[in-house]
């Protein structure tokens, strides 16, 4: 790591479209803003396992949806073009977001996705960060 980047304080914010995402978002924006820190966007896709039935998924790009995803949540932030960066990951999204905050000062996460389990208050990606992030973790309800 360059003397730059250990000066360069950074927060990445999970963005999988849901309004949770959205929430959190906003808040490591507005953070980012008041901090002077960048803010790293990041989308984990994967392709869904077919537990014995055939997915009809023929045509359909996963890579590339989360890349229009991401790209439209980072045009609706208010910061300098050199402080908002991008990334769209191949795999499981909670452990890619841990994975990731080895190299970051702050994870920011919604507190529910699209999960089947929309009643929780907390959804399993949020709750595996907390748990296992190598930097401190907000979770934006």
Request: aromatic share 4%.
């Amino acid at each position: 790591m360059s003397e730059n980047q250990k000066l360069r304080r950074v927060i990445i914010v999970g963005i999988d479209g849901s309004p949770h995402a959205t929430k959190a978002l906003s808040w490591a924006a507005t953070q980012a803003r008041l901090t002077g820190w960048h803010l790293e966007l990041v989308a984990a896709w994967e392709e869904p396992a077919p537990y014995g039935m055939p997915l009809a998924l023929a045509g359909v790009d996963l890579e590339a949806n989360a890349r229009e995803l991401i790209d439209k949540a980072a045009a609706d932030i208010d910061l300098p073009e050199d402080r908002v960066h991008t990334k769209v990951v191949y795999g499981p999204a909670a452990r890619m977001l841990v994975e990731m905050s080895s190299d970051a000062d702050l994870l920011v996460v919604g507190s529910r996705g699209h999960g089947k389990f929309t009643g929780m208050l907390l959804g399993s990606v949020s709750t595996y960060c907390v748990h296992h992030a190598e930097c401190p973790v907000v979770v934006v309800r």
